[in-house]
């Protein structure tokens, strides 16, 4: 889902974000190992990670001229025992 409205001006774009996440195929965890003084290896299985997640998200958008913008963002992603935060900043000269 995503919601976006324009200001009075035109100059100014602000937008949110939702969004559920959801992997088809996870990947197996696993870690092959063996001691370096000798003998056979032996494999570890990890945890499986978690399949589904949302992401959360919000970005403002300025025209600085006719053809220049800033666009800068946050989004959060989370899981079960994960959380994970990203920040941009775009410029865009439009030619």
Do not use: C
């Amino acid at each position: 889902v995503r919601i976006a409205e324009t200001s009075q001006a035109d100059d100014f774009l602000p937008e949110i974000h939702v969004m559920y996440l959801y992997d088809v195929k996870t990947p197996s965890l696993q870690v092959t190992s063996s001691f370096t003084g000798g003998g056979g290896s032996f494999v570890s299985d990890g945890p499986a990670p978690p399949k589904g997640g949302v992401n959360f998200g919000a970005s403002l958008t300025a025209l600085l001229a006719e053809d220049f913008m800033v666009v800068g963002g946050y989004d959060l992603e989370a899981k079960k025992s994960y959380i994970s935060h990203a920040a941009s900043l775009k410029f865009k000269w439009l030619f």
